[in-house]
């Protein structure tokens, strides 16, 4: 079955740098769209960044410039690296994974989640 496995969480100052990863395993499909979500206390669930199988990438407008999201397509690694990081970035950070049609970061749609990794910028 589908797997994703979060790490790289954690707590940084403001205008530090952290550094996700998602390991999927599992994945019978060689293509997929994938992306990272996040959750603050009390808000709703919003797609911060995603990729897509030929490697195009979206952004929430929030993080543009700051954040940058990769994929390992040999190790079936997904990458989002975090920089000059804010205190309203902080968050637990889902990654999220589907064939591209059924994979969207603005309605938060994904068939396989991962367990989540927080984020906590002070």
């Known amino acids: 079955h589908v797997q994703l496995v979060e790490s790289g969480g954690g707590s940084v100052q403001a205008g530090g740098s952290l550094r996700l990863s998602c390991a999927v395993s599992g994945y019978t499909y060689s293509t997929y769209c994938a992306g990272w979500f996040r959750q603050a206390p009390g808000k709703e669930r919003e797609g911060v960044a995603a990729i897509e199988s030929d490697g195009s990438t979206s952004y929430a407008d929030s993080v543009k410039g700051r954040f940058t999201i990769s994929k390992d397509n040999v190790k079936d690694i997904l990458f989002l690296q975090m920089n000059s990081l804010k205190p309203e970035d902080t968050a637990m950070y889902y990654c999220?994974?589907?064939?591209?049609?059924?994979?969207?970061?603005?309605?938060?749609?994904?068939?396989?989640w991962g367990q989540g990794t927080q984020v906590t910028v002070s």
């Open positions: 999220a994974a589907d064939l591209c049609g059924y994979f969207s970061l603005t309605s938060g749609t994904a068939g396989y």
